[in-house]
């Protein structure tokens, strides 16, 4: 500290800075010959050049609140404000709009002042710097976004004139405008400034320099948002190519350009693809970056994401529960990270039925958003719309609407009537209201987050979702043949950009062969339903619920179409599967999602015992005896299994509540079983209340599970 500012105090000897006043605006240019600038901060963060400014001297006339900008579109600024003794007071990067710079502070009068206004990274040229007093407006959601598209604009128009049509400079301004308007979804004019980025790097750079491989790697992502995988694939394989070739396959870059690839295979639904390239991204950055980097929980969290996807919630967990720890220890717990770490892991729990142990993360989570970015920031309205998503899976839709309604409001004022994000709530929102049977108010919203969807990227998989659910709402009103196209168009989008593999082509194709199935045309539907299962098959495994599902329906077609014997093999491999993927998972279900999960095994049972005496369909009463005393295995060994699991992992202090709960349990289990009840409504009303002792200390159970993990 010492040595800086020994070399900050040689520096203003050189010469008198200039004076800048209240109200005044100088113009002026940032040279190479210009002195250097050191701070601690310049120094730790900003190692890849020298940074150089100019300097200037202030005084004001009244003590109070002023503000310094300093605006560039040749370079990124970098504010330092200093006492008369060369103490830092603050010092500010991106500050202001775009990479303009702008601090605030309380001045002094009668006292000097020195402000140094700096370019980082090399970069020269022109600047204005403004003295105010008083605070400055202050712009948020897309009225912030407006004023850094048009700064955007205005940055380009500037370097056109003084460089030309083709430089170096111009293509990293048209690189940061496509960014900002495909960051506000408007795909169709980010496309065309970012390619012209990428000509004019290959032009003036080469086609194997790290900027071009950036410009690619951008277009790509491009790309993936207008649901273009198949153009967006090779470009990521280029980038990742020139990154390999030049900075070396351990390098930070590096890793991002295998993450990106595997989002993308992910994404289309070829998991064993993704895997491999997600598992090598998270090796580079634990040996590069280290064990506890942000950008290694990002690994993990994706990792976790892909096995959630593949429905291995038990070897996701662990990547998850890391990720966490990470962010928590590096960030704390009250960082925007911790609260999409949270979430990530509130979702995969969410999945497992495991709500006891979702809903608190994703309140902290909320309450993170909301304190540190505020009630009206995006993410806030993602934590909402997640939350409200759980309580819908509870069946409680009174308390999932108001937090839809607040999520809509937030994307609708701060990302704008049109934005993909308000087309992703207003489905949600819709999904709601026909979960409630209210079709009426659920279908305009449908159709209006269609409508944002086919105007902003009218060919990605989220267009195809919307088309989906709109179908299903007009085949749960008999509209059949408004519905058969929209299901016809969704399933065409997924394929094209998922590919024929992929898990979302099967849901639309079980989809498009339910309708038909519905209209009696069971020769249509049955290759749909057959290409379903053999891609679930495939890419799923045979024991997850969705090859399950489609084992079974495809079963119940071929009862409607008189083959009970084909029926009693698909209806046996349903059961088979569920069973298979049970032994896997059950042990690690809460109570409520293992009842469901058995509810849904029984129905797959029952359906076999209906096929095994059907004499048409062959003798199949042992098989079917033999696959019912494997369903009662199953539950016998589940709940003993999960009963071990839950005495090892409990923490000392919830011994009590857990031995209360089993307590509990065990008393609502023997009045739901009595043989006689003297008075039935006394007995409703015993069973009710010890039902709702149980959710209680279900409660209390979970806040102590965690306030163990975080430590208290």
Not at 161 to 168: F, I, K, N, V, W
Not at 327 to 354: K, M, V, Y
Not at 435 to 461: C, F, N
Not at 606 to 615: A, D, G, M, Q, T
Request: overall charge negative.
């Amino acid at each position: 500290m010492i040595v800086l500012l020994l070399n900050w105090l040689q520096s203003q000897e050189a010469a008198d800075p200039p004076s800048l006043k209240v109200g005044e605006t100088i113009e002026a240019s940032i040279e190479d010959t210009d002195p250097r600038v050191e701070t601690p901060t310049l120094n730790a963060s900003y190692t890849d050049a020298p940074v150089v400014g100019k300097s200037y001297r202030i005084e004001v006339e009244e003590a109070g609140t002023y503000t310094i900008e300093l605006c560039s579109h040749f370079f990124d600024a970098y504010l330092v404000l200093r006492d008369e003794a060369g103490t830092v007071l603050t010092e500010d990067d991106d500050g202001a709009v775009g990479t303009h710079s702008r601090v605030t502070a309380e001045l002094d009068a009668p006292a000097a002042y020195l402000v140094e206004a700096c370019a980082l990274h090399r970069q020269r040229g022109l600047f204005e710097l403004r003295l105010t007093q008083g605070w400055p407006a202050e712009l948020k959601g897309k009225e912030l976004a407006d004023a850094e598209i048009a700064d955007g604009r205005k940055r380009i128009e500037v370097i056109e004139e003084l460089d030309g049509p083709e430089s170096e400079a111009l293509a990293t301004a048209l690189n940061h405008l496509g960014f900002l308007l495909w960051q506000g979804g408007r795909f169709d004019e980010a496309r065309p400034l970012m390619e012209r980025a990428l000509a004019v790097r290959q032009k003036f750079l080469g086609t194997e320099h790290p900027l071009t491989a950036q410009s690619l790697f951008n277009l790509a992502a491009q790309l993936v948002g207008q649901g273009d995988y198949a153009a967006a694939r090779p470009l990521y394989e280029r980038a990742l190519a020139i990154r390999e070739k030049v900075l070396g396959p351990e390098h930070p870059d590096t890793a991002t350009s295998l993450g990106k690839l595997a989002t993308l295979l992910f994404e289309r639904g070829d998991y064993a693809a993704a895997r491999p390239y997600l598992e090598r991204t998270l090796a580079i950055r634990e040996k590069t970056l280290g064990p506890d980097h942000p950008d290694t929980a990002e690994s993990l969290n994706n990792l976790a994401l892909l096995l959630h996807a593949m429905g291995d919630y038990a070897a996701a967990r662990p990547y998850c529960e890391r990720a966490l720890a990470i962010c928590e220890r590096i960030f704390g717990p009250e960082h925007p990270n911790t609260a999409q770490s949270l979430n990530h892991l509130a979702g995969l729990l969410r999945d497992q039925g495991d709500y006891v142990a979702a809903r608190p993360l994703l309140e902290h989570a909320l309450a993170i958003c909301e304190k540190v970015l505020g009630p009206d920031h995006p993410r806030t309205a993602t934590i909402l719309s997640n939350l409200a998503g759980m309580l819908q899976d509870q069946g409680d839709y009174a308390a999932a609407r108001p937090y839809l309604e607040r999520a809509l409001a937030i994307v609708e004022k701060v990302l704008g009537p049109d934005h993909p994000s308000t087309a992703t709530i207003l489905n949600n929102l819709a999904g709601l209201l026909q979960d409630q049977g209210d079709y009426a108010a659920a279908r305009p919203l449908l159709e209006r987050a269609l409508g944002i969807d086919e105007k902003v990227r009218p060919d990605h998989p989220s267009t195809a979702a919307k088309l989906n659910n709109l179908a299903g709402l007009l085949q749960d009103q008999g509209d059949y043949a408004a519905a058969r196209p929209l299901l016809e168009r969704a399933l065409a989008i997924c394929e094209k950009a998922l590919g024929p593999d992929h898990p979302s082509t099967a849901a639309s194709l079980n989809n498009l062969g339910a309708l038909l199935q519905d209209q009696g045309d069971y020769a249509a539907a049955q290759p749909h339903l057959e290409r379903a299962l053999a891609i679930d098959e495939k890419v799923l495994g045979p024991e997850h619920p969705n090859t399950a599902k489609s084992w079974s329906n495809l079963g119940y077609l071929l009862t409607d179409r008189g083959f009970p014997a084909g029926s009693w093999n698909h209806a046996r491999l349903a059961l088979v599967s569920s069973l298979g993927h049970g032994d896997k998972v059950l042990w690690s279900l809460s109570e409520k999602e293992r009842l469901l999960f058995l509810r849904q095994c029984q129905v797959h049972l029952r359906f076999c015992l209906s096929l095994s005496n059907e004499p048409a369909a062959g003798s199949h009463e042992d098989e079917a005896y033999e696959l019912s005393l494997a369903w009662r295995g199953l539950v016998s060994r589940t709940m003993i299994e999960s009963r071990e699991h839950l005495r090892a992992s409990v923490p000392e202090r919830a011994g009590s509540v857990l031995a209360e709960l089993q307590r509990v349990q065990a008393d609502v289990s023997k009045r739901l079983y009595a043989k006689e009840v003297p008075d039935p409504d006394a007995h409703q009303r015993e069973i009710r209340v010890l039902r709702e002792r149980r959710n209680d200390l279900e409660v209390e159970l979970s806040g102590s599970w965690a306030r163990a993990r975080s430590g208290r």
